[in-house]
C-alpha cells in the first residue's frame, strides 16, 4: 500500500538550476496538491490539480510550474531555482476536494537550494 | 481572504501533563480537519468535524468544534512521548472546498 510517493527525498541544487519532482498516487484520487512547509509557516499550498486535466495556482505559485501528467501523477517543476525555494515540499491527494476529504500526503522532498 | 490561525506555536509538557491547542478561522467554516506531523515526517489525517458543537474522541485526544464552527480545538489528556509533533488545523477556503488552508501548527514536545 504505496499510498502517495513522491521522489527524490533529498536535493540539492544550485542557482539557477532546473529540476522536476515527481508525485503519484495509487488511490485513484482525483485531487492532487503541492505544498511546501517552511518553519513557523505551516503549510501553503504551490499549486492544484482538483481533476485530471486541471491545474490551478494556489496561495504561493511564483516560480514553479506543474504538469497532471495522467491521474495517478503530479509533478512539480522549477525552471530557476533560488534560494527562497529552499523548503520540504509534499504532494497530496485526496478522493474528491480536500476541504471535504481527508488528503494524505507523501513522505515530502527536502530540497536546499544554494 | 480566510485565515486560519493557531495557539499557541509551541507548547513543552511534562508526560502525564495535558495539553491543549486552539484553531480560529475568521470565517465560518463548513468543516475541519486535524492532522499529526511526526519530527522529520509527513501530515497525517486525524479526524474531520463538520457539526455545529460537535465533539469527537480517540483515546486520549479530544476533538471539539466550535458553536459557531468558527473555532475548534485538540485536548490531549495525560500525554505521552508518543504525542510529540506538531498538529495542524486545516479547513476549506472561502473559495470552495478543492483545497485546505492550514493554520500554523502547534508544535508539542512532551519530556519524559
Known amino acids: 500500500n504505496a499510498g502517495v510517493t513522491q521522489t527524490p527525498k533529498f536535493q540539492v541544487l544550485k542557482t539557477g538550476q532546473s529540476m522536476t519532482l515527481q508525485c503519484a498516487q495509487d488511490?485513484?484520487?482525483?485531487?492532487m496538491y503541492w505544498y511546501r512547509q517552511d518553519p513557523g509557516m505551516g503549510l501553503r499550498l504551490i499549486y492544484y490539480s482538483a481533476s485530471e486535466g486541471t491545474t490551478d495556482k494556489g496561495e504561493v505559485p511564483n516560480g514553479y510550474n506543474v504538469s497532471r501528467l495522467n491521474k495517478r501523477e503530479f509533478s512539480l517543476r522549477l525552471e530557476s531555482a533560488a534560494p527562497s525555494q529552499t523548503s520540504v515540499y509534499f504532494c497530496?491527494?485526496?478522493?474528491?476536494?480536500?476541504?471535504?476529504?481527508?488528503?494524505?500526503f507523501g513522505q515530502g522532498t527536502r530540497l536546499t537550494v544554494v | 481572504g480566510q485565515q486560519v490561525m493557531q495557539i499557541p506555536q509551541y507548547q513543552h509538557v511534562q508526560e502525564g501533563e495535558d495539553f491543549t491547542t486552539y484553531c480560529n478561522s475568521s470565517t465560518t467554516l463548513s468543516n475541519i480537519q486535524w492532522y499529526k506531523q511526526r519530527p522529520g515526517g509527513h501530515p497525517v489525517f486525524l479526524i474531520q468535524l463538520v457539526k455545529s458543537g460537535e465533539v469527537k474522541k480517540q483515546k486520549r485526544l479530544t476533538f471539539q468544534f466550535g458553536e459557531a464552527k468558527k473555532n475548534s480545538s485538540l485536548h490531549i489528556t495525560a500525554t505521552q512521548t508518543t504525542d510529540v509533533g506538531t498538529y495542524f488545523c486545516a479547513g476549506p477556503p472561502d473559495s470552495g472546498y478543492s483545497t485546505l488552508t492550514f493554520g500554523k501548527g502547534t508544535m508539542l514536545l512532551v519530556s519524559p
Open positions: 497530496a491527494s485526496s478522493a474528491t476536494g480536500a476541504g471535504w476529504t481527508e488528503a494524505f
Open positions: 488511490m485513484n484520487h482525483n485531487s
